[in-house]
């Protein structure tokens, strides 16, 4: 019998407020794959848009290092046996299956045309590969004619481009016979640092390089996201609707899900107070504690490992005073001693500023103080155990 496991995730948000617009154009979006299978399935999500998004034409295939689609790998992706569907508000959808074989170390490649005049708003920006959009319908093309190319701060700081928003796609998902062994099926489950993915890159790609076939990583990062509350009112939505909310349908159903890194929290110390949310919205350990635990308990009833990860540090500054990250040790503290997790990973322990004894040292920090640059990241990805991932 088969079975079905993702191999890539992200999670939707509001992002009506970024300059992204796919509307009249192809979007490609690239997922790295890391298992074997005969078969996948695109799950479409729309959650974040008013009205229904039409799809006009939508392909699927593999692609090569340099993002052109490899010949005779481009199949029709079709809903309900049709490459043009509708995709209704609050709603996920599942595409029909598609031969199509993958092994370890290939690039999926989905290729979504929107034909209407309005801007789809239902996605993330985040990423291990970059998205490409053109204008007109290319979901057959072997390569982009004309594609936006990186910005300048996606060549700088990111491992990703943000020139593109990867849009109404939710998940790929790989269909392999159950008599391979399961493969492990990792959730990150987090904000920005998550998103960013400065650490989560290099970590994947350890993780992919070391069991090979065995483990799949799924992104469901949310640029200022928090755990207790959902977007300020100056994001617009952006920043998703709160951890304790969104693990319901971002993580629980992921397929075949084994394993989830929970890293949520800085926002909820450094929000309130900006963007609209009030001070009285600054988290106290009890709040952090009681979330924490609704949420290890239910992935736990899944029989998923749950693995914590501790707050970064950051720069103390105006915006951030010594009373929070005071809270933030606090925070740090009960995670590593009364957590209900099946590990905790010191992510910060690897960038911290030793000699100041706050926030992370400079080489290894973006100029805000709170995100770490490619340097940082990869010093964390390093530091992680992967034994725990076996």
Request: charged share 20%.
């Amino acid at each position: 019998m088969p079975r079905r496991v993702c191999t890539f995730a992200v999670a939707h948000t509001d992002i009506s407020a970024q300059p992204f617009n796919n509307a009249a154009r192809t979007v490609r979006i690239f997922a790295p794959n890391n298992l074997s299978g005969s078969a996948v399935y695109v799950k479409f999500s729309n959650y974040y848009s008013d009205g229904p998004v039409w799809v006009g034409n939508a392909t699927i295939g593999l692609a090569d290092a340099k993002g052109r689609l490899v010949p005779d790998t481009v199949r029709p992706l079709t809903v309900h046996g049709d490459t043009s569907f509708a995709l209704v508000p609050q709603r996920d959808v599942f595409s029909d299956r598609v031969a199509l074989p993958v092994q370890p170390g290939c690039t999926i490649a989905v290729s979504l045309y929107y034909p209407g005049g309005e801007k789809v708003t239902s996605g993330n920006f985040v990423g291990i590969f970059a998205n490409r959009s053109v204008k007109g319908d290319h979901c057959d093309a072997p390569a982009l004619p004309k594609a936006r190319l990186w910005t300048d701060l996606s060549k700088s700081v990111l491992p990703w481009d943000i020139s593109s928003a990867t849009t109404t796609l939710s998940e790929v998902i790989v269909e392999q016979d159950d008599a391979l062994p399961a493969p492990r099926v990792v959730a990150m489950f987090g904000d920005s640092i998550m998103q960013q993915g400065a650490w989560v890159t290099p970590f994947t790609a350890r993780l992919y390089e070391h069991f090979r076939g065995e483990v799949s990583v799924c992104n469901l990062g949310i640029g200022g996201n928090r755990l207790l509350y959902g977007a300020t009112p100056a994001s617009r939505g952006m920043y998703g609707h709160a951890g304790i909310e969104r693990y319901r349908y971002d993580l629980l159903p992921i397929e075949g899900l084994t394993h989830a890194v929970f890293a949520l929290g800085t926002n909820d110390l450094g929000h309130p107070g900006t963007g609209g949310a009030p001070e009285e919205e600054l988290i106290t350990v009890d709040q952090y504690a009681a979330a924490a635990r609704t949420i290890a308990d239910a992935l736990h009833k899944q029989g998923v490992k749950v693995y914590a990860g501790l707050i970064l540090p950051r720069e103390v500054n105006h915006l951030f005073p010594p009373e929070r990250e005071a809270l933030r040790r606090a925070i740090n503290r009960w995670i590593a001693e009364e957590g209900p997790f099946d590990a905790v990973l010191d992510l910060g322990a690897p960038i911290a500023d030793t000699d100041d004894g706050v926030g992370m040292k400079k080489e290894f920090a973006l100029p805000d103080g709170l995100h770490p640059n490619l340097a940082g990241g990869r010093a964390i990805a390093e530091a992680i155990d992967l034994s725990l991932f076996a």
